[in-house]
T-cell receptor
Framework: DAGVTQSPTHLIKTRGQQVTLRCSPK?????VSWYQQALGQGPQFIFQ???????QRGNFPDRFSGHQFPNYSSELNVNALLLGDSALYLC?????????????FGPGTRLLVL | KNEVEQSPQNLTAQEGEFITINCSYS?????LHWLQQHPGGGIVSLFM???GKKKHGRLIATINIQEKHSSLHITASHPRDSAVYIC??????????????FGKGTKLSVKP
């Protein structure tokens, strides 16, 4: 049973470019949440997808967008990259509404913007 | 003021010591996670608890909902316990789960 997978593991971009990060949830999970973790900080919630729709959103600009596919996998897109977007991007999957369920995290994608 | 405060920020211990990491939060929550993050970046969920105490091996987590406080204890610490430990409550002000909020983490280093 595969856990949460993310791709790519590392990525280098330049300012102004666009990036797409991918996440496949744990088998049986239907909800994907994305987090940004700057160096030395705790993760910050970006948004959550359920039933192919953005269900909740944190305090991130519209440059950050996402998508969920019918197979529950998800993409995070960031447009017009800024230096400050350099971070570890974490994806976590869960079952919506199941208070007894924990969130399972992927290994993350480390993005460096030059 | 941060919604989640962890202490200490950094902790160095000798192998075998008993370790306590504290977490205080200011929002109403439905549950709280303790997470472990190793230098590669991957996060492992250690516990999710909404009341009382949970134990897994040498790890013990407690929570006091009324006092909005949780602790993570490691007994007989080992160098392989070296990692960043993050407290992550599930706030319920939004009426739903998923948008965990996170402490900044406690960096633990256990020396042999």
């Amino acid at each position: 049973d595969a856990g949460v997978t993310q791709s790519p593991t590392h990525l280098i971009k330049t300012r102004g470019q666009q990036v797409t990060l991918r996440c496949s949830p744990k088998s049986g999970h239907d909800t994907v949440s994305w987090y940004q973790q700057a160096l030395g900080q705790g993760p910050q919630f970006i948004f959550q997808y359920y039933e192919e729709e953005e269900r909740q959103r944190g305090n991130f600009p519209d440059r950050f967008s996402g998508h969920q596919f019918p197979n529950y996998s998800s993409e995070l897109n960031v447009n017009a990259l800024l230096l400050g977007d350099s971070a570890l991007y974490l994806c976590a999957s869960s079952l919506l509404g199941r208070t007894s369920e924990t969130q399972y995290f992927g290994p993350g994608t480390r993005l460096l913007v030059l | 003021k941060n919604e989640v405060e962890q202490s200490p920020q950094n902790l160095t211990a000798q192998e075998g010591e008993f370790i306590t990491i504290n977490c205080s939060y200011s929002v109403g929550i439905s549950a709280l996670h303790w997470l472990q993050q190793h230098p590669g970046g991957g996060i492992v969920s250690l516990f999710m608890l909404s009341s009382g105490k949970k134990k897994h091996g040498r790890l013990i987590a407690t929570i006091n909902i009324q006092e909005k406080h949780s602790s993570l204890h490691i007994t007989a610490s080992h160098p392989r316990d070296s990692a960043v430990y993050i407290c992550a409550p599930h706030p319920n002000y939004g009426g739903s789960q998923g948008n965990l909020i996170f402490g900044k983490g406690t960096k633990l280093s256990v020396k042999p």
